[in-house]
């Protein structure tokens, strides 16, 4: 059995979520595994193979990026794996300096899920933009250097390939979907509703959609938005929601149970991102047999087939979104249909957390045999 070192951003707050136990459980049936990551509002925490970072509020993307280096240096020399996964270009470039501290041979795998540009231009606060020289060359560095590249869709995969490298292999995460597909859809509601989940960042397209609501809602008497999500872009929603009252709702989280009684009352899901490496959002949607209006970028196509589960429209063109959204919200025989289309593709993206595991481990079995010797 290998050993496996997993590394990422992702927060885990204890005790687990049941997808999170069966995601672990089923890579410690192929793995022994150990999984650096950042611990949800508390301090640092070791359990099972949880080895959880101490959040530290507004510094905690910098301190967690500042440490990484070591802390994968430290578990490069106790636990001795086989080969290391980072989810993130950024990530990597980090773990390789610290395989380069530890005097480590492990390879090293980049899981890349969307495009690394992306964070320092359509996450969090403007001045992030001040950062795009450096991250960009850090990420560039982390990619090409990585021992093996693995993507979750056809656009990440054309991203790699257009830096001149080959993924070694490409596969849907693992996602759970089980509060989604655990029963058949329900009947569209009777009246219109859109849905948005989401965080509420500029890569999410928020303004936008607020802008394309603000004249879809002339148009469409008694429909309504709801919002569910949370971000620096809260006040765009509590604005509309002010200007709109009756027409837009807004949750800040809910949970996926939740997430899918919302598809059940609405008509549409509607994700408007700039920037988007999949979008499990999109299969949720499916899974409840709702049609989708969402931008043509990132991995988004690689989910949604215009016409077919749902309309497409350019990036930042509040415009044609209003236009998509009228035109699905106000044609009922259309949403149904394209429902339908929806809920018939939603299959090809559900995968088990032992189908993933078994994935996982063949891609690092191959890397393992062609790894340089220490």
């Known amino acids: 059995m290998r050993r496996l070192l997993m590394v990422g951003r992702t ?56 440490r990484l280096p070591f802390v994968v240096a430290q578990e490069l020399r106790r636990f001795r794996p086989d080969a ?7 990530e990597t470039a980090l773990a390789l300096l610290g395989r380069s501290l530890a005097r480590a041979s492990s390879p090293v795998v980049l899981d890349l899920h969307g495009d690394w540009r992306a964070p320092t231009r359509l996450y969090g606060s403007p001045l992030r933009r001040l950062l795009n020289p450096v991250a960009d060359r850090v990420a560039l560095w982390g990619l090409r250097q990585a021992d093996a590249v693995r993507t979750v869709s056809a656009y990440t995969t054309s991203l790699v390939r257009a830096l001149g490298r080959e993924p070694s292999a490409e596969f849907p995460a693992y996602m759970d979907f089980a509060a989604f597909a655990e029963r058949p859809p329900l009947p569209l509601p009777e009246r219109p509703r859109a849905l948005f989940v989401g965080v509420l960042e500029r890569y999410k397209g928020v303004d936008v959609l607020a802008a394309a609501w603000r004249s879809a809602a002339e148009r469409l008497p008694g429909a309504t938005l709801h919002v569910v999500g ?67 970028v990132g991995g988004i196509p690689d989910v949604v087939e215009d016409g077919a589960q749902g309309i497409l429209v350019p990036p930042r063109d509040p415009d044609a979104l209003a236009e998509a959204l009228v035109r699905v919200l106000g044609d009922r025989a259309l949403a149904e249909e394209l429902g339908q289309g929806a809920r018939a593709a939603a299959g090809r993206w559900i995968v088990s957390p032992q189908d993933f595991a078994r994935r996982l481990e063949a891609l690092v079995e191959a ?3 062609t790894a340089r010797p220490a």
Do not use: K, N
């Open 84 to 90: 290391v996964v980072v989810q993130g270009a950024h």
């Open 11 to 66: 927060r885990y707050r204890l005790p687990l979520q049941e997808a999170e136990r069966r995601r672990l459980a089923a890579l410690d049936e192929v793995f022994d595994l150990r999984v650096i990551a950042r611990a949800e509002g508390g301090s640092a925490r070791e359990e099972g193979p949880l080895r959880l970072l101490a959040s530290w509020g507004p510094l905690d993307g910098l301190d967690f990026y500042l």
């Open 367 to 369: 890397v393992c045999a």
């Open 230 to 296: 949370r971000g620096s872009l809260a006040d765009v929603v509590r604005r509309l929601a002010d200007e709109l009252p009756g027409r837009v709702e807004w949750d800040d989280g809910l949970t996926s149970p939740q997430v899918a009684q919302a598809l059940d009352r609405a008509t549409l899901l509607v994700l408007p991102s700039r920037s988007e490496g999949m979008g499990r959002v999109l299969v949720e949607a499916f899974c409840r047999g709702r049609p989708v209006v969402a931008t043509r």
